[in-house]
């Protein structure tokens, strides 16, 4: 039987794993951001929305790694969600197929960014190649994303439409506004790829902040 002192034992070494797993990956977020800025930089071909898609790709793989820890390993789980209560395993259990998946779809994303990123200063037949690629790569991670959807419990599901929700209105505002800047003779233009970016940054602030507003960070 565990008995409290245990439980509040455990509970500090959840807390102490999670915040130095917090660290670390702060850490090298920061490292591997600052040493690639510094190299595309130094290279001068990439515009300001390959390097920002870079970074983002970088997060996204992160956060790979880590839901795939999650997935692979009980004592990372537990570290991660120290309110979770496991004692006989039966929550890991549950949620591995779910976080291998994710950690996959994230994987997956990264990778279209970096695609998309670099096939903006490639040549022709590489740039080809590249697009292939992100077809394929899109096409299965809609495929999972479809997958995983069936598999949410309802507070994901809500927080996932509340998220799009507010995401759409957001990026609606800004096309007409920017729509109607140029058709009224502005000279306002963006590149696909900033558009990109500006939309998976507006969708991860919107998916953060109503994971705050249900007390799920």
């Given at each position: 039987?565990?008995?409290?002192?245990?439980?509040?034992?455990?509970?500090k070494t959840r807390k102490f794993t999670r915040t130095a797993l917090q660290?670390?990956?702060?850490?090298?977020?920061g490292f591997f951001s600052v040493l690639g800025v510094d190299r595309l930089v130094s290279v001068g071909n990439m515009s300001a929305a390959g390097i920002v898609a870079?970074?983002?790709?970088?997060?996204?793989g992160l956060v790979g790694v880590i839901v795939f820890a999650m997935a692979t390993n009980r004592k990372v789980f537990m570290a991660v969600q120290p309110e979770a209560e496991d004692d006989d395993g039966a929550d890991f259990e549950q949620m591995r197929s779910l976080l291998f998946w994710s950690a996959i779809c994230a994987f997956l994303y990264a990778a279209i960014l970096v695609l998309m990123a670099l096939a903006s200063i490639n040549d022709v037949g590489p740039q080809l190649m590249s697009f292939w690629s992100i077809c394929a790569l899109m096409l299965a991670q809609t495929a999972i994303s479809v997958m995983l959807w069936t598999k949410y419990d309802e507070l994901y599901r809500d927080i996932m439409k509340d998220s799009s929700a507010a995401t759409f209105a957001i990026v609606e505002f800004g096309l007409i506004i920017?729509?109607?800047?140029?058709?009224?003779?502005?000279?306002?233009?963006?590149?696909?790829?900033?558009?990109?970016?500006?939309?998976?940054?507006?969708?991860?602030a919107s998916q953060f902040w109503f994971c705050l507003r249900r007390g799920l960070t």
């Open positions: 039987m565990t008995t409290e002192q245990q439980v509040r034992s455990d509970a660290m670390i990956v702060g850490g090298a977020f870079l970074g983002l790709a970088l997060f996204f920017w729509a109607a800047a140029t058709i009224c003779g502005f000279d306002v233009a963006f590149d696909p790829l900033t558009v990109i970016v500006a939309i998976t940054g507006v969708n991860l």
